[in-house]
């Protein structure tokens, strides 16, 4: 059991960038090397920091964790002797020793900036995919209800990156693409390697072999040239075209579409009214219904009454 003088983490990695971003892949191929250890999800240790780094008090975020779907499924203990720092250090820590490697990480999709206020000297890996891709794939997933609000998630990432990597050394962050990797899944793996200090390692691509992923395969990328429509392409070329230029994608050469504030205020009535339907067909009126009183009321018996069951579903359609 840790304490609170041991000593933090020094370095950890932190995988970060937008969901349907090919994280999940990447943090698979990460932890299958036989020197990194790598969580999932890690957005619970920086959620509830605030803007200007204030931590929360740490009796608050613990009753807030328990309740917390994504350490629930950590397998991570709650050490109540910590304070903050030390505590969300532990979940890392505990990952590394179960594994019993060298390395340690986790994946974060949001406020990662955050992340300084705890690990000041993390080291950085920043996946970035096409975001007309990530914004049809949250539309598959019930997130969006259209390109335009689908590209939602791609923007704050990218943004947040942006103002992050500015703050960093060199030496402290690496960048790769979703294509990339599918495409030279070696050679990408390798750099990463690189930057991480350790040798690549043919195990990093036997992640088939315990879950449900299959071996990247070139096609995985620009799926939007296949899928796409060509209303769907303009609408998120009108939202995100200038920033995918400056990422360094090339646009599909359609006619640029002009919105109104009319026509967008439109797309996010839609998006409002296509996601509630998806959840109520997916989830059942009834458990949407539950799952909003206890939002509204903040019940946190309700909370752990409601989560498993819409976490159980939500299992099933995830790859």
């Not at 790598?38 to 740490?58: K, N, R, S, W, Y």
């Not at 392409?233 to 002009?258: M, N, Q």
């Not at 009214?273 to 458990?287: A, I, K, N, P, S």
């Amino acid at each position: 059991m840790p304490n609170s003088n041991d000593d933090m983490i020094k370095e950890p990695i932190f995988l970060v960038g937008s969901e349907r971003s090919g994280t999940t892949l990447l943090r698979l191929m990460l932890d299958h090397h036989p020197s990194i250890a790598f969580h999932f999800e890690f957005e619970f240790a920086v959620e509830m920091i605030a803007d200007d780094g204030t931590l929360p008090p740490v009796e608050a975020y613990r009753d807030w964790l328990v309740s917390n779907r994504i350490f629930r499924g950590s397998a991570a203990n709650l050490y109540t002797s910590l304070d903050y720092r030390h505590l969300v250090n532990s979940v890392l820590e505990q990952k590394r020793r179960r594994d019993k490697k060298q390395l340690v990480g986790a994946t974060v999709h949001t406020h990662f900036d955050r992340l300084l206020h705890v690990w000041p000297d993390a080291r950085y890996i920043h996946l970035l995919r096409d975001g007309r891709d990530v914004a049809r794939s949250c539309i598959q997933m019930g997130w969006a209800g259209n390109a335009w609000t689908g590209a939602d998630r791609w923007i704050e990432a990218e943004r947040l990156w942006a103002t992050l990597r500015n703050r960093l050394p060199r030496s402290r962050y690496c960048e790769v693409t979703y294509e990339a990797l599918v495409e030279r899944p070696q050679d990408t793996l390798g750099s990463i390697c690189v930057f991480l200090g350790v040798p690549f390692h043919e195990s990093m691509l036997s992640y088939p072999d315990d879950s449900t992923y299959e071996l990247p395969k070139a096609t995985a990328g620009y799926q939007w040239k296949r899928t796409a429509s060509e209303e769907e392409i303009r609408l998120a070329e009108a939202r995100i075209g200038d920033l995918l230029v400056e990422r360094g994608y090339a646009l599909s050469g359609l006619p640029k579409l002009d919105l109104s504030p009319w026509q967008v205020r439109k797309l996010r009535l839609q998006d409002r009214w296509t996601r509630r339907l998806f959840r109520v067909r997916r989830y059942g009126l009834f458990l949407c219904v539950l799952e909003v009183i206890s939002r509204k009321t903040r019940s946190s018996w309700l909370a752990r009454y409601v989560a498993p069951q819409v976490e159980a579903i939500g299992r099933q359609y995830m790859k």
